[in-house]
Structure formats: structure tokens, C-alpha cells
């Protein structure tokens, strides 16, 4: 495990990915982390599909109509949900989740990145979130943030640029 300032450091979005399947041992650490998430009240207003079927991995790769491309090449995915009947903070809970994946993916050394469908489109305009329930079944009542296209590294990345940092968008005490 990597100390959580090398994790961050390290983590970047990987959009392409070797043909290697994602082990069940490493998939069941991910998805721990995902359900170890905090939630608003406790009330933990995610929930996740996994998905290793590579037809419905390239069902959703088409849900919507740009950046969802890179899912065909990923050996799982997982789309991240939420209840909003459960709590009217899903989507923070859902993303802190979708969060954890993420850094649990490269503590593993696993590529990962977030595909956002929550009010996208796809190509002939119809809602991305409608076109992930379609392909995975998910009851309409049960919102879909994102879908983590997860697999094991087909390029290196350069970790993060510390020059880079915005530091002009840290305010203390005020604006």
C-alpha cells in the first residue's frame, strides 16, 4: 500500500487498458472500499453493478455521445448509483463512492476513470442515465452518476505535476 500523498500524487485517469482480466480478489478490495464510503446520516444511498460481460461493457461504451468510448476497451465496469428516496444527498454519496474506487484501482495498481452520465446524452439526444438502466437493468427510480471503467494498465502516465497546482484557488479565512 502507498502512503495516501503517493496515491494522490500518483492517480491519473487511464483510458486504456491491457486485455488482462480484473482478478475477483481485486475486485471485491474495490468494491469494499466503494461500500466503505461515508454517507450523509449513515444512510449509505449507493449502490453499484459490476459488470466483466464484455457485449454490455460495449453497450454502455455507447450510452452516451462523447468520452464513454474508452469503457469497450476496459475489462470491468462499475456504475456508481444512488437512491434519492434514501437520501437527497445521493449524489455526494455516490461520488465520494465512485471516489473510492478510484483510489482503491490505483493502490492496487489498476487503471481507472470516471465516465459521467448523470445529465449527459447520447448521439440522437436521449438521456445516457436511461441508457445505462436499459443495459443493466437498474429500476428507474435509482439515479446513475457515473460508470469506472477499471482495468490493468495499458499506457503509463506521468504522475501529477506539482507545478501545475492551482494554488490561487486556496482561500484562507475569506474570498
Known sequence: MKDFSELVYLRRSHRKFTEEPVGEAELRQIMRAALMAPSSKGLHSYEFVTVTDTKKIGQLSRCKAMGAELLAG???????????ETSDCWLE??????THILLQAEDLGLGACWVQMRERQDAEGRDAEANV???????????????VAI?????ERKPQNEERLLWDKVHQETW
Open 151 to 155: 482495468g490493468h494498465k495499458g499506457a
Open 133 to 147: 438502466r436499459r443495459v443493466l437493468n437498474i429500476p428507474e427510480e435509482v439515479r446513475v452518476l457515473c460508470v
Open 93 to 98: 454519496d455516490a461520488s465520494i463512492a465512485a
Open 74 to 84: 476496459a475489462p470491468l465496469a462499475i456504475a456508481v448509483l444512488g437512491r434519492p
